[in-house]
């Protein structure tokens, strides 16, 4: 059974409840891992606030050790950890390695930022108390927060949690890690590593259980200075609103409905090609998947063929088989959600092109498999345009020319990541300037991440950025400090 860290100690939770880890391939069990609740919350917010003496004593060299050599046993237990987030939440295994690869980066990246967290001196102007006194030396040092809550979603069950943990730590905070309950045993995995590479007891703690316990715990809890949440649009205003109370710095990664633009001097090989991954890939379970395909009438026909003919080559099955490209989706509610969007969007005039099914013949029948779904004639007015769809379905709407498609593109309330395809670089420049979103890709897909750019939405997209050297930024407060120098 799988257990929780508080205080440097692998413990049950207060009542010994435990809640199943399941396959979302399969339904097999894989493990229990401990439904914690207040009281253990708690117990691991109080090991991270007594920590962080210890955490701030530590030098900036000692803390980028220990991250590096975490990133080098990462890489030695990739393959462990690669099929550990297969099997927890259904992701086709080279994307779980890719997603491990990530990780071993993140925290190599932070090693290194770790050495970076520089002040500056600031000329001062001659202050008037007293006047004319010009014998001030100012400096900025930037120091730890404190102690920062991470609470990551089930998509990237590594990753995610680590583009919180690595560069709090590394601006030398202690951490409360609240993973997901749909795919918790990878971020345990990774907590376990943290301990092994050297972190001493109570700078990382991590707690398994409900959001709606464990988690608002974290976010109401007086001791607890910062929140790093990545999930849902809805779950992020709650944690904004609950966290206001004890004024928490926030760093909100949230939902997103990604348009890609194909222009009608777009090449539609690779626009179709990039489309397919930039959809299907981990079942669209990705807050950068393509969730709209905004293309240009003349050629919109032309597109959806070469597009539908790339999405029949995906290969929906097992994850754990290297040939599959695309698993199940998460759980029965995340398949219910994109019946019910793909049945509003057909019952409103979409057409189906591909797929529109949940797969249920003998292979799929014990998981949350969706068929790879292409919809043409949509409308803004539906659902699907507006509402996040987290799941294998691509729609097309069509427009009349590229001013039109930045309007459709801009008309949500979410601004994560855009693509525009054209072959006219300027072009897509201009057009990239006027959408609405943290990032615009020209001639590639929308879910594409560097771990060390900037990375985060605008609108209800999301609040401050990550990746890592920004992240180690946001995780610091600039303290300014004075000296009088009049002997
Ligand atoms: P979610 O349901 O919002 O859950 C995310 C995390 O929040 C989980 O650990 C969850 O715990 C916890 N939680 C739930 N209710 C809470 C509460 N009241 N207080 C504190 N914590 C609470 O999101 P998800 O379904 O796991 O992830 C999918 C969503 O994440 C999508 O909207 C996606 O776009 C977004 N996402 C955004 C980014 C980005 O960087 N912008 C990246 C990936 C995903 P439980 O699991 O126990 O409920």
């Known amino acids: 059974m799988a257990k929780m860290l508080i205080a440097g100690k692998w413990v049950d939770s207060y009542d010994g409840a435990t809640i199943d880890a399941v396959n979302p391939a399969t ?82 990246f932070a090693a290194e930022e770790a050495k970076r967290i520089y ?44 583009h919180k943990v690595a560069p709090a730590l590394a601006a030398g905070n202690t951490v409360v890690i609240k993973p997901p309950s749909d795919g918790p045993l990878p971020g345990i995995m990774a907590a376990k590593i943290l301990e092994e590479a050297g972190l001493p007891p109570g700078i990382v703690n ?62 539609l090989t690779r626009a179709a090609k990039l489309a397919t991954t930039g959809v299907f890939s981990y079942s669209g379970q990705v807050c950068t998947a393509t969730k709209r395909i905004i293309v240009s009438e003349a050629i919109k026909d032309k597109f959806a063929s070469a597009f539908v003919q790339e999405v029949q080559k995906l290969k929906v099955g097992n994850p754990l088989e290297r040939t599959t490209n695309m698993g199940p989706v998460i759980n029965a509610a995340g398949l219910s959600k994109v019946q019910e969007l793909v049945e509003d969007a057909t019952s409103n005039g979409a057409v189906v092109l591909l797929g529109g099914q949940r797969l249920d013949s003998e292979a799929y029948s014990k998981g949350f498999f969706y068929s790879p779904t292409v919809l043409s004639n949509v409308r803004e007015s539906m659902k699907i345009t507006q509402q996040e769809i987290f799941g294998p379905v691509a729609p097309i709407l ?31 420049i201009k057009l990239a300037r006027k959408i609405r979103a943290g990032a615009v890709l020209i001639n590639d897909r929308t879910n594409m991440r560097w771990d060390n750019a900037p990375f985060g939405g605008v609108k209800r997209s999301g609040l401050g950025r990550e990746g890592v050297s920004l992240a180690v930024t946001e995780f610091t407060e600039l303290k300014f400090i004075v000296a009088n120098l009049t002997e």
């Open 27 to 108: 339904s097999e069990v894989l493990d229990t891992f401990p439904r914690g609740g207040r009281e253990d919350a708690r117990a691991a917010i109080d090991a991270a606030y007594d920590a962080r003496g210890k955490a701030e004593a530590m030098t900036a060299y000692e803390r980028s050790t220990i991250l590096l050599k975490a990133s080098q046993i990462l890489e030695q237990r990739s393959t462990e950890m690669a099929r550990i987030i297969s099997q927890n939440v259904g992701k086709p295994i080279t994307d779980a390695e890719a997603e491990t690869t990530r990780g071993c980066l993140t925290l190599a």
């Open 119 to 162: 002040g500056q001196t600031i000329p001062l102007d001659s202050s008037p108390f007293p006047p004319g006194n010009k014998d001030r030396f100012g400096f900025t040092i930037r120091e730890p927060i404190g102690v920062v809550g991470a609470i990551s979603p089930f998509n990237f069950p590594l990753n995610l949690l680590l």
């Open 206 to 267: 991590l707690v398994t259980g409900p959001g709606s316990t464990v988690g608002e715990e974290i976010v109401t809890n007086p001791k607890v200075d910062a929140i790093s949440f990545t999930g849902d649009t809805s779950t992020g205003r709650m944690i904004s609103e609950k966290a206001a109370a004890t004024n928490k710095k926030l760093i909100l990664e949230l939902g997103g409905h990604d348009p890609m633009i194909i222009l009608d001097d777009a090449d």
């Open 398 to 428: 069509e427009v009349g020319d590229a001013e039109e498609a930045v309007e459709v593109a801009n008309n949500t309330v979410y601004g994560l990541q855009a693509s525009i395809f054209t072959s006219n670089l300027a072009r897509g």
